[in-house]
DNA sequence: TGCCAGGCCCTCTTTAGGGCCTT
């Protein structure tokens, strides 16, 4: 039996290549993961206005409360044990993974020099976007707050991690995919 | 100063362009 974990990445900005990654969150079931990463670029204006994260005088602010942080390493290698401690194997999924979450989430274990441990996993990849593309093509936004929205019934608190992965949860236990449809779209 | 990515998908397409999705 597999677990599935959903994630989600807080950034810098949306260029994959450049980002650091200030927040990563994880869900499995009733377990979560939530870890705050001191980026060592600038946050882009547009982040800021979005996720309400801004460094000053080196310390990380999130709508202007002062946050706990750990370095890069820190959290991946901790992110790796929750990987570790859940039942194996391991699908992780995010919305947008393949284009976003993923390459982002690769160069930072890359960087740390965690990606051969991370490999060990052997962790599968669940892109929930062209998933939901799939299932209902007649949607117009696939965003993952439209959907909420549409249907979850309810808005929140998005461009929160831990908010993002708990609502990605829920839709997707609503959804409740054919185990077909979910091969398709696992990598 | 002002702006900053990128790849997939769709269509009024394929000798292209624009919208979507992520921060």
Request: with cysteine; net charge negative.
């Amino acid at each position: 039996m597999q677990s599935m974990v959903f994630f989600y990445l807080e950034t810098t900005g949306l260029d994959i290549k450049r980002c650091d990654i200030i927040q990563l969150a994880a869900i499995s079931g009733n377990r979560t993961f939530n870890m705050y990463m001191m980026p060592q670029v600038a946050i882009e204006r547009g982040a800021t206005a979005l996720t309400g994260f801004r460094v000053q005088n080196g310390k990380l602010f999130q709508n202007g409360r002062a946050m706990d942080t750990a370095i890069l390493h820190e959290a991946l290698a901790s992110f790796l044990d929750f990987l570790w401690s859940l039942e194996q194997p391991v699908l992780l999924a995010a919305h947008n993974a393949r284009r976003f979450d993923i390459p982002v989430l690769d160069r930072a274990l890359f960087r740390c020099s965690l990606n051969e441990e991370f490999q060990q996993l052997g962790s599968r990849f669940l892109d929930t976007l062209p998933l939901s593309r799939a299932l209902h093509p007649g949607l117009g936004s696939h965003s993952l707050p439209s959907l909420s929205n549409h249907f979850l019934g309810r808005c929140y608190n998005a461009h929160d991690a831990l908010e993002d992965v708990t609502a990605l949860q829920e839709l997707y236990i609503w959804w409740d995919p054919d185990p077909l449809d979910e091969s398709i779209f696992s990598f």
